[in-house]
């Protein structure tokens, strides 16, 4: 309540000004804590796709000249798409913008929806700074090369360039609404007979099939993971949308199967995070059940490791029929990989910072990069 305690001594007239003041200086402030955080990681992957950085800066605006040329319906598409990584970012940041502890800082205060959007569309701003300097710099890049068929474009193009950005802010402050909507508390269940007392519950855990799939499916299909189930299906289909991109540009294969290492490792770790926290009202409630004492554990780093698992089978699949010479060594070695790199993060040891687990994922991938340019040799002629 230090945030409605602050507000509070300002004037009634200058509490929104005060309030958009507070919500800029703590976003900025975490934003800063986060980049010296990170700063360090980023380095090390622009120094690693330095080489290829002449070639990467014009990626982001090229969309933007491609809607330019593409009737109404397919340039609304590409512009929703090329807003999504503005949304991400929001989304990934959504506590550095707008924290748990800041909500019942707003309840205390009588502040009108409409101040309320504009500290959100200002914090907002903040964070998509970097993203748009990035554009900026892209959209440079295409205007000092100036090739020929994207002449004529460039009023299109920056307009684009201004509707995506647009976009990017309002479904950000869209996700900001939906975090202050109250959650309904979960109504009181009737009572019930103790788990240890009651036969259905006994013998439901006596069967593997039956137990797994009460305590674990169903919370999925219609329970509190449901979560869970949205990031799992979002999973399979991130992970077979970069297979799908090495086999329809082999001469690109080595990036896609980069992108998909960290993807899997990105989302083996985000789900069984997810799926630690939305189970464990279920894991507490099943205390007094004869469940074997890591019955949980095992299973929640099962759960969160299957996309990745299913994955590998059409990775196999991809390495054997696709149109490359693989190496006699590295390519078993990378198969082989493909199933160790999601688990790794997750078998670590659980202690130190997270830029220890993120130098552990770094590391991963750059033996995945490694192993993927040695498997996959130049194309039979």
Same mark, same amino acid.
């Given at each position: 309540?230090?945030?409605?305690?602050?507000?509070?001594?300002?004037?009634?007239?200058?509490?929104?000004?005060?309030?958009?003041?507070?919500?800029?200086?703590?976003?900025?402030? *975490?934003? !800063?804590?986060?980049?010296?955080?990170?700063?360090?990681?980023?380095?090390?992957?622009?120094?690693?796709?330095? $080489?290829?950085? =002449?070639?990467?800066?014009?990626?982001?605006?090229?969309?933007?000249?491609?809607?330019?040329?593409?009737?109404?319906?397919?340039?609304?598409?590409?512009?929703?798409?090329? =807003?999504?990584?503005?949304?991400?970012?929001?989304?990934?940041?959504?506590?550095?913008?707008?924290?748990?502890?800041?909500?019942?800082? *707003?309840?205390?205060?009588?502040?009108?929806?409409?101040?309320?959007?504009?500290?959100?569309?200002?914090?907002?701003?903040? =964070?998509?700074?970097?993203?748009?300097?990035?554009?900026?710099?892209?959209?440079?890049?295409?205007?000092?090369?100036?090739?020929?068929?994207?002449?004529?474009?460039?009023?299109?193009?920056?307009?684009?360039?201004?509707?995506?950005?647009?976009?990017?802010?309002?479904?950000?402050?869209?996700?900001? $609404?939906?975090?202050?909507?109250?959650?309904?508390?979960?109504?009181?269940?009737?009572?019930?007979?103790?788990?240890?007392?009651?036969?259905?519950?006994?013998?439901?855990?006596?069967?593997?099939?039956?137990?797994?799939?009460?305590?674990?499916?169903?919370?999925?299909?219609?329970?509190?993971?449901?979560?869970? +189930?949205?990031?799992?299906?979002?999973?399979?289909?991130?992970?077979?949308?970069?297979?799908?991109?090495?086999?329809?540009?082999?001469?690109?294969?080595?990036?896609?199967?980069?992108?998909?290492?960290?993807?899997?490792?990105?989302?083996?770790?985000?789900?069984?995070? $997810?799926?630690?926290?939305?189970?464990?009202?279920?894991? $507490?409630?099943?205390?007094?059940?004869?469940?074997?004492? !890591?019955?949980?554990?095992?299973?929640?780093?099962?759960?969160?490791?299957?996309?990745?698992?299913?994955?590998?089978?059409?990775?196999?699949?991809?390495?054997?029929?696709?149109?490359?010479?693989?190496?006699?060594?590295?390519?078993?070695?990378?198969?082989?990989?493909?199933?160790?790199?999601?688990?790794?993060?997750?078998?670590?040891? !659980?202690?130190?910072?997270?830029?220890?687990?993120?130098?552990?994922?770094?590391?991963?991938?750059?033996?995945?990069?490694?192993?993927?340019?040695?498997?996959?040799?130049? +194309?039979?002629?």
């Amino acid at each position: 309540m230090g945030a409605a305690t602050e507000v509070n001594r300002l004037p009634v007239q200058a509490r929104p000004l005060g309030l958009l003041a507070l919500r800029l200086r703590w976003s900025a402030a *975490e934003l !800063k804590a986060l980049l010296r955080r990170w700063g360090a990681f980023i380095g090390v992957v622009a120094a690693v796709l330095g $080489q290829f950085f =002449a070639t990467l800066i014009g990626w982001p605006a090229l969309p933007l000249f491609w809607a330019s040329q593409q009737a109404w319906p397919v340039a609304a598409w590409v512009l929703l798409l090329h =807003a999504l990584p503005g949304l991400l970012l929001c989304w990934g940041l959504r506590e550095q913008l707008l924290p748990a502890h800041w909500l019942d800082a *707003e309840r205390a205060l009588p502040l009108r929806r409409r101040q309320l959007l504009t500290a959100d569309l200002a914090v907002i701003t903040l =964070a998509l700074l970097p993203l748009a300097l990035l554009y900026l710099i892209s959209v440079g890049a295409w205007l000092y090369a100036d090739p020929a068929w994207m002449r004529g474009l460039w009023p299109a193009a920056l307009a684009n360039f201004a509707i995506s950005l647009a976009l990017s802010v309002l479904g950000a402050a869209a996700l900001m $609404q939906a975090r202050r909507r109250p959650r309904q508390a979960a109504s009181a269940a009737p009572h019930r007979p103790s788990p240890s007392t009651s036969p259905s519950a006994s013998a439901r855990t006596q069967h593997s099939f039956g137990r797994n799939w009460v305590l674990l499916g169903l919370p999925l299909w219609r329970g509190p993971a449901r979560p869970v +189930m949205h990031l799992l299906l979002l999973a399979c289909l991130a992970l077979a949308a970069c297979l799908s991109a090495a086999w329809r540009w082999p001469q690109q294969a080595s990036w896609a199967l980069a992108a998909y290492t960290l993807l899997a490792m990105g989302l083996s770790a985000r789900l069984h995070a $997810q799926a630690t926290r939305c189970y464990a009202p279920i894991e $507490q409630a099943c205390a007094a059940l004869p469940l074997a004492p !890591k019955f949980w554990s095992r299973r929640l780093m099962l759960l969160a490791l299957t996309p990745a698992l299913l994955a590998w089978f059409g990775l196999a699949l991809l390495l054997l029929l696709g149109p490359w010479q693989l190496a006699p060594l590295a390519a078993p070695l990378f198969m082989a990989y493909g199933l160790l790199a999601p688990a790794l993060p997750l078998l670590a040891d !659980k202690g130190g910072s997270p830029e220890s687990h993120a130098g552990r994922w770094l590391l991963g991938w750059a033996l995945w990069v490694a192993l993927a340019s040695e498997a996959l040799l130049a +194309m039979p002629s």
